[in-house]
């Protein structure tokens, strides 16, 4: 394993980097970022996953980027945002130049005092609408000295250094997110809009271990009613569509990721009839979980 991977959990699944220590630094991770240009281990074509959150900054790219199954461009002025979990690998033609930022969900969390402030960035999880932004030339060097700023306070160590960087990354995902296209439709509330993406991370928290759509209603302090309300303005599906699609992407990772059959997938993910979720699967995949298993699997 390259010298990057500070610790990589060892299992049957893909690779997964549980911290990072780019920036050399002896204790616990919170932040580090690095010059793409730097580092000859990246790009890193294997798939891989992340228990941090990873940015990265392409200045110059040309190849494509696979992130939970969808392949995007990779290509000049690119912002791709990596949350933790995700499946990611991505390769290009020429040799990237720009920057990767890392940094821990504490670190994260410490940025936005509340949960409502980490619902407004719209690229930051899992069940983000689209983990990507193509900026124009102007707009990626407007944006490039707040990368600029942190480089400069993690190669000079100095005292607080940490604070500083939290603020010019601040400062960063707030730009970004002006000029993340809107995604709500049209004539949706900011209300509706924030109790979306405030569903949308409770989800993916705890798709697993919630059973109806009350549960989500309850810890939300809305009625279903409300819920599916705001779902449907906002993203034109309903709340039950959110959940089964995070199922679905569960799925897909288990199928891939391991040597687990499809009756223990099914178990895994709370279904109590194998076959049941080979239909509930194969509905909002058209394919079946074998076919998507050989058809993904060589990835591994």
Same mark, same amino acid.
């Given at each position: 394993?390259?010298?990057?991977?500070?610790?990589? &959990?060892?299992?049957?699944?893909?690779?997964?980097?549980?911290?990072?220590?780019?920036?050399?630094?002896?204790?616990?991770?919170?932040?580090?970022?690095?010059?793409?240009?730097?580092?000859?281990?990246?790009?890193?074509?294997?798939? *891989?996953? *992340?228990?941090?959150?990873?940015?990265?900054?392409?200045? =110059?790219?040309?190849?494509? *980027?696979?992130?939970?199954?969808? &392949? !995007?461009?990779?290509?000049?002025?690119?912002?791709? +945002?990596?949350?933790?979990?995700?499946?990611? %690998?991505? %390769?290009? %033609?020429?040799?990237? @130049?720009?920057?990767?930022?890392?940094?821990?969900?504490?670190?994260?969390?410490?940025? !936005?005092?509340?949960?409502?402030?980490?619902?407004?960035?719209?690229?930051? /999880?899992?069940?983000?609408?689209?983990?990507?932004?193509?900026?124009?030339?102007?707009?990626?060097?407007?944006?490039?000295?707040?990368? #600029?700023?942190? =480089?400069?306070?993690?190669?000079?160590? %100095?005292?607080?250094?940490?604070?500083?960087?939290?603020?010019?990354? #601040?400062?960063? #995902?707030?730009?970004? $997110?002006?000029?993340?296209?809107?995604?709500?439709?049209?004539?949706?509330?900011?209300?509706?809009?924030?109790?979306?993406?405030? +569903?949308?991370?409770?989800?993916?928290? *705890?798709?697993?271990?919630?059973?109806?759509?009350?549960?989500?209603?309850?810890?939300?302090?809305?009625?279903?009613?409300?819920?599916?309300?705001?779902? @449907?303005?906002?993203?034109?599906? &309903?709340?039950?569509?959110?959940?089964?699609? $995070?199922?679905?992407?569960?799925?897909?990772?288990?199928?891939?990721?391991?040597?687990?059959?499809?009756?223990?997938?099914?178990? /895994?993910? /709370?279904?109590?009839? /194998?076959?049941?979720?080979?239909? +509930?699967? @194969?509905?909002?995949?058209?394919?079946?979980?074998?076919?998507?298993?050989?058809?993904?699997?060589? +990835?591994?």
């Amino acid at each position: 394993m390259a010298s990057s991977l500070a610790h990589t &959990t060892a299992t049957a699944d893909f690779p997964v980097f549980d911290s990072s220590d780019f920036s050399g630094e002896a204790g616990a991770f919170h932040f580090d970022l690095v010059r793409l240009e730097d580092r000859p281990d990246i790009p890193r074509g294997f798939p *891989h996953r *992340h228990n941090y959150y990873h940015l990265l900054w392409m200045s =110059e790219a040309a190849g494509t *980027h696979l992130l939970d199954f969808e &392949t !995007f461009d990779a290509r000049a002025n690119t912002v791709f +945002f990596v949350s933790p979990g995700q499946l990611h %690998a991505w %390769a290009s %033609a020429v040799r990237p @130049k720009g920057f990767v930022i890392n940094f821990s969900t504490e670190f994260f969390v410490q940025m !936005f005092p509340r949960s409502d402030d980490i619902a407004q960035y719209p690229f930051f /999880h899992i069940a983000s609408d689209a983990p990507v932004l193509y900026l124009d030339q102007a707009q990626h060097d407007e944006l490039l000295p707040l990368l #600029l700023e942190m =480089e400069k306070e993690m190669l000079g160590r %100095a005292e607080a250094r940490l604070d500083i960087v939290r603020s010019y990354l #601040l400062v960063l #995902l707030t730009r970004l $997110r002006r000029l993340y296209p809107a995604r709500a439709a049209d004539g949706a509330s900011p209300q509706s809009y924030s109790l979306t993406k405030r +569903f949308k991370l409770l989800i993916d928290q *705890h798709y697993l271990d919630f059973g109806p759509l009350r549960d989500y209603a309850e810890r939300l302090h809305v009625t279903e009613r409300q819920l599916n309300d705001a779902v @449907k303005r906002t993203l034109g599906k &309903t709340a039950g569509e959110l959940v089964h699609e $995070r199922l679905v992407l569960e799925a897909k990772r288990l199928l891939c990721n391991t040597d687990m059959g499809v009756a223990e997938i099914a178990f /895994h993910l /709370h279904f109590e009839d /194998h076959a049941y979720f080979s239909r +509930f699967f @194969k509905k909002r995949t058209q394919l079946t979980p074998g076919e998507f298993k050989k058809r993904y699997g060589t +990835f591994r």
